[in-house]
């Protein structure tokens, strides 16, 4: 249960430093750029548990399996947060378009 919660909040911290570095900037879509963020959270996290725990051996892999509830959850907050972001958008361009 530990390894979950640990997953899930490495996960998001290494999310939100690559949406604020690199896709909030790169992405014009709000959509693409939450997703995107999360999935190289995700790999980044999987990355350096496989070479943090080799202890001098090859790299491990399992900690995909480790870090995937953290993708699964952390991406539909990510995705339920792009849609508003999105229809928000949209909104402000539709008002936009009437002045």
């Known amino acids: 249960m ?3 919660v640990g997953g ?3 996960v998001y911290i290494l999310q939100l430093i690559w949406e604020k570095l690199v896709f909030m900037r790169l992405a014009n ?3 693409k750029g939450k997703l995107f963020s999360t999935v190289a959270g995700y790999l980044t996290a999987v990355v ?3 070479f943090g725990s080799a ?3 090859a790299w491990r892999p399992d900690g995909a ?3 995937l509830p953290g993708l699964l959850i ?3 907050f ?3 947060r792009a849609k508003v972001l999105r229809e928000e958008a949209s909104k402000q361009t539709r008002i936009d378009a009437f002045d």
């Open 78 to 80: 990510a995705w339920r």
């Open 29 to 31: 879509d709000p959509m």
């Open 55 to 57: 202890d001098g051996g």
């Open 2 to 4: 530990g390894q979950v």
């Open 65 to 67: 399996l480790i870090y």
């Open 48 to 50: 350096l548990f496989g």
């Open 8 to 10: 899930i909040l490495a």
């Open 74 to 76: 952390i991406g539909v």
